[in-house]
């Protein structure tokens, strides 16, 4: 079965960067949009930023300007560069993507999860 394998999380002072991406495991069909969430310990799991097909972004508030997603349609995989990072930004990340992994029909898939934690 097609899994999100995620890559890229670690430990950053704060001020620095980070970049995560995130790929399916397998061959598939076709996907449509991709994106990133978060969930910092005791909270509920936030949207980071999306990427449709196309190209067109959506970020939280929190992280205009900081983040930038983006993604390659070639190679089914979805960024996340991250900079100018805080401890507010402490949390593992996941990957998200509506995939069609046969060309029957398109579902919800997430990563496992990669931890990013930022020191002050």
């Known amino acids: 079965q097609v899994r999100l394998v995620e890559s890229g999380g670690g430990l950053v002072q704060a001020g620095g960067s980070l970049r995560l991406s995130c790929a399916p495991s397998h061959w598939i069909f076709s996907i449509n949009d991709m994106g990133w969430y978060r969930q910092a310990p005791g909270k509920q799991r936030d949207l980071v930023a999306t990427i449709s097909r196309s190209g067109t972004t959506k970020y939280a508030d929190s992280v205009k300007g900081r983040f930038t997603i983006s993604r390659d349609n070639a190679k089914n995989t979805v960024y996340l560069q991250m900079d100018s990072l805080t401890p507010e930004d402490t949390a593992v990340y996941y990957c998200?993507?509506?995939?069609?992994?046969?060309?029957?029909?398109?579902?919800?898939?997430w990563g496992q999860g990669t931890q990013v934690t930022v020191s002050s």
């Open positions: 998200n993507a509506d995939l069609n992994p046969s060309g029957v029909r398109y579902d919800d898939y």
